[in-house]
């Protein structure tokens, strides 16, 4: 009888990697379970994503009703250094940043591939809403989930070639109604638990004060509009971004919008929505899927996780490119993950600069 294949699978406790486990376990695959305790969340600060013991055990009692093992590393100082200071960082830099991108391309998806290895396993599977194919040269491209509502493909971007290669996403061809479905069938104990809508690490969305609890009491400064006219006061530039119209405290008058957070002179600049629009962006820090393009080329650019992809014109440049958009897009916050798309292949991205 031919040797099973053993893949470790990523439990964080959720719903879908879960599923992810109880399909590849129909299918015939010898499964190990690591679940990554990445952040310590207790007290006020307790979570239920990824981060909190109720996850852990969670991910604990679904290994035991698939029946394979489980185990529990421990990353914290990991996820501290390469994705906790760098997002705390940049928001006092006046900056959106995006950890999720971060986090899988160095905390979690790279460093389960080295892990695996020690499991005797060459792949690691994830519940990620995404799907990946190989073309005629044996290459891994990656594309969009089938369920464009839940699609994650946007965070993967960074990760490198070699370890997408060697990846497997098995709720990636299926929608997320399917996914609880499946969940009911393999009667798997978190089948009808919620999912996350908050950052692991800031389950209450309260970016200033999760700041201010990392690194003291910002400094205030003023709320103006573009001719420099002060209109209110704010208690910290972390947690602006631009586009944000609530929790301004201005009170009555026009509608306003953040435009601009600027770090130097700690002063939020704020006015009306026809101001958030740009057609061209500067984007940085770039990781491309496959031979990096050396010639402008029209593709389709997401700048936010639930932006509906827009046509442009991408242009290389040293250690980023250029987009000029067909029409001007709102909001592009300088910080954010700017991820290039032909079709629905992923070709690559890099941050707003």
Not at 115 to 142: I, P, Q
Not at 156 to 185: C, D, Q, S, W, Y
Request: proline share 5%; glycine share 12%.
């Amino acid at each position: 009888m031919a040797t099973k294949e053993r893949i470790v699978v990523a439990m964080s406790g959720g719903v879908d990697s879960a599923v992810a486990a109880g399909l590849l376990i129909e299918q015939g695959y010898d499964l190990v379970g690591v679940t990554m305790h990445l952040w310590d969340a207790a007290g006020e600060n307790q979570v239920g994503r990824c981060c909190s013991p109720v996850d852990r055990d969670d991910a604990r009692r679904v290994c035991e009703h698939l029946g394979i093992p489980h185990y529990v590393i421990d990353e914290r100082e990991s996820f501290r250094q390469n994705v906790v200071n760098p997002f705390v960082d940049e928001y006092l830099a006046g900056r959106t940043p995006s950890p999720c991108v971060h986090c899988n391309r160095t905390v979690k998806l790279t460093f389960l591939q080295g892990l695996a290895a020690k499991f005797g396993a060459r792949r690691v599977a994830t519940g990620h809403y995404a799907r990946l194919e190989s073309d005629e040269r044996g290459e891994t491209k990656l594309l969009r989930g089938r369920d464009l509502q839940k699609d994650q493909s946007y965070f993967l971007f960074g990760v490198p070639g070699e370890t997408l290669g060697r990846l497997i996403f098995p709720v990636g061809n299926i929608a997320k109604g399917e996914t609880r479905a499946v969940a009911r069938r393999l009667g798997l104990p978190n089948a009808d638990k919620a999912d996350s809508q908050e950052l692991c690490f800031v389950p209450d969305g309260k970016i200033r004060e999760f700041v201010e609890r990392d690194r003291g009491a910002a400094a205030t400064g003023r709320i103006i509009d573009e001719a420099g006219t002060e209109l209110g006061t704010h208690k910290g530039i972390a947690g602006f971004t631009v586009g944000q119209r609530k929790g301004l405290g201005l009170g009555g008058g026009p509608v306003r919008y953040v435009l601009k957070v600027l770090p130097e002179s700690n002063d939020v600049v704020v006015g009306p929505e026809d101001r958030l629009s740009a057609s061209n962006i500067r984007v940085s820090d770039s990781a491309w899927i496959g031979k990096a393009p050396d010639e402008p080329f029209e593709a389709h650019v997401r700048i936010r996780y639930r932006h509906q992809p827009a046509a442009a014109l991408v242009t290389p440049s040293e250690g980023g490119f250029d987009v000029v958009f067909d029409e001007a897009q709102r909001a592009a916050a300088p910080g954010q993950a700017a991820v290039v798309y032909q079709g629905e292949e992923v070709l690559g991205g890099g941050f707003i600069a």
